[in-house]
């Protein structure tokens, strides 16, 4: 009724004498075989290879290995020793030397071991013949007889080659939800690339030099080349695949040597792991943005965020009234301090100034919790369950396990803008005249917990293009500390304890660097407050501020600054906010460049700081060149729009002096 697809075509019927018509098992004949022992008749045509070209040949050493098709490969590459003969379907049985089956008969026939150890074992049958002989690469060995090279175990050996974990696979299209083509045609298209890299592997296996080690490809590795490709394009590009394949098996088939040893290198950069990529020296993607500095920041005001309906994110347009403080007052003497842990959740009390008695800040003694947010696995469309969401701190899937990491003590965060400005007032950036707009300032806070909640530990700032340090201090918190969050700020004990005074006569200096000090020796200042005067330093209310997640950092000086940049807004997630792209994920993104990878040790706001300009940069070097596009251009710092059709006037400029200052844009 239905024709068969033939999975079953290459196993031999168990029926010894079948009578059906149409049998869906092979009933060709078995290999050849020399007795019921199981030793299989050797092969002149094996044994033809001259002692004389043994004697310059390098022994190989002999492994086991998993081939891409199971261990019916390995088994196949084991009897072209001589000592074998493969079969008419290509499954083929152990080899065994003539001296090891006299023994293991001797032993039978003794009762020493039992007669089904001497029978041999069928492999498991080959999915398609001519996919089989594509992987058999021909190295002559010691004996004189073909072997296949395993290039996998030499590539171990070569540091400068990255080890990737692969799941054995067969040669055969990955499930998909709804596939580009048939079956039969992705396997036809698969079949084929996998004949040519298998040619342009071996061409690699001639190398004689270093490189050969990290460019040869092993078969599983070739096969999961073949795979992961072959999917891409089933994914991205379904209307196209068949031509998108059809034309890459012919650029196989005319590359050459140099250019595959091109790409390999490419496929090596893109699997290394980030410690092997952050040891060598890789400059970093130049932004060129066609602008003078001067130039770059008179385009800022064109990036401002608007402040319209931020207030629902956790900006801070306006600060809150005097009524509305004493309203969080009031709030916080009736709870009499009893706070929710912003770790683990559970409900504690907090002790400001220490409980009589005993001392403690806080109750509810140690905190156990999970330092990371937990991360919902990616879903691919041939997924039809739940996936959990896991932890990436221990991988432990929620709700399994209260958390992986102790704490001494719970801790507490404040959110609400009437109780921010209970602890320390919101403050406008006051109108300067003496100080002038020419430069743009990048700022970046670490915050720790204390006994008034979440609280300013460490202030950066750096000037915008250059990114030079303008002010890098250590703040001394208003409250008590429970925890200095060190895994994220960076901050520790030892770096209060070796901290400086901050002098303030430091900022006449002309060192850029003179209002900072080293990692291990930061200036102290005595509070928050003193921490944003000097801040105010350098900002004027048209000043551009610029940042990463804006809101945390303005809400921990307490200030609000109309003149406002957000990385977070330029790069918004497609999803909207609240839910934001990351610091780290977007540098990489856009200049390849790995941040914030001191784990344990926490991050440096310096480095932060200077990424978020970074990307100012880029979208200022975008949007000019969308606007020179439009007919945009800059004269002696003039910037002038786009000429209506034929106007133009000396110099090309519009007539009647149509231009704008920069200083004005």
Known sequence: MFSTIGLFKQISCPESSCQLLNCIFSHEPTSQQAGTDGVAVPSPSLNSTSKDSDEFERPHKKRRISGAFGDSEVLAVKTTNGFGVAGPSGAEGPTKTPSDAIALNNAVRKGNLPFTASKT???????????????????????????????????????????????????????????PASHAVRLKLITMLYEHMVRLNNEVKSILDD????????????????????????????????????????????????????????????????????????????????????????????????????????????????????????????SQGWEQCDRCKSRFQVFPGRRPGDGALTSGGHCTYHYARPLRPTKEKADTGHKESIYPCCSQPVGSSIGCTTADSHVFKVSDVKRLALVMPFKKTPVQAYKKSDKAVCFDCEMGYTTLGMELIRLTATSWP??????????????????????????????????????????????????????????????????????????????PLIAHAAENDLNAIRLIHPSLIDTVLLYPHPRGLPIRHGLKMLTKRHFDRNIQMGGARGHDSKEDARAAGELVRLKVAEMWKGMRREGWRVEDGVLFPPLPTGATGKGGKAVGGGGARLEGV
């Not at 690469?137 to 296949?148: E, M, R, T």
């Not at 050996?157 to 055969?172: A, D, F, I, T």
């Not at 850029?512 to 921490?531: C, H, N, Q, Y």
């Open 121 to 179: 074992v069928s492999p498991p049958p080959l999915r398609k013949q001519k996919v089989a002989s594509a992987t058999h690469a021909k190295v002559p060995d010691q004996n004189g007889a073909q072997n296949q090279h395993n290039g996998a175990s030499e590539v171990r050996m070569v540091p400068s080659k990255p080890k990737r974990e692969l799941k054995e696979e067969s040669l055969n299209p990955r499930m998909l939800q709804n596939p």
């Open 466 to 543: 250059d990114g030079d340090a303008l002010l890098d201090v250590l703040v001394r918190p208003m409250g008590e500390i429970l925890d200095l969050n060190s895994r994220f700020s960076g901050i520790r004990p030892e770096h209060y304890n070796n901290a400086i005074p901050y002098d303030a006569s430091s900022q006449g200096s002309s060192n850029p660097e003179a209002g900072e000090a080293s990692e291990s020796r930061l200036r102290l200042v005595g509070s928050p407050s003193t921490a944003r005067d000097l801040l105010l330093q350098h900002l004027h209310p048209t000043t």
């Open 211 to 334: 490189s050969r080690a990290a460019l040869e490809l092993s078969d599983q590795e070739m096969i999961t080349e073949v795979l992961e490709e072959e999917e891409k394009v089933a994914k991205e590009k379904p209307s196209v695949y068949s031509n998108i394949l059809k034309l890459r098996i012919v650029a196989l088939k005319k590359m050459k040597l140099e250019d595959w040893k091109r790409e390999r290198l490419k496929q090596i950069a893109k699997h290394a792991p980030d410690e092997m990529l952050s040891s060598v020296s890789k400059p970093s993607n130049a932004i060129e943005t066609g602008l003078s500095p001067a130039e770059e920041v008179a385009m800022l005001p064109r990036l401002f965020a608007k402040q319209e309906g931020l207030a629902k994110f956790g900006y801070v347009p306006v600060a809150p009234s005097d009524a509305d403080v004493e309203q969080a007052r009031k709030g916080v003497e009736a």
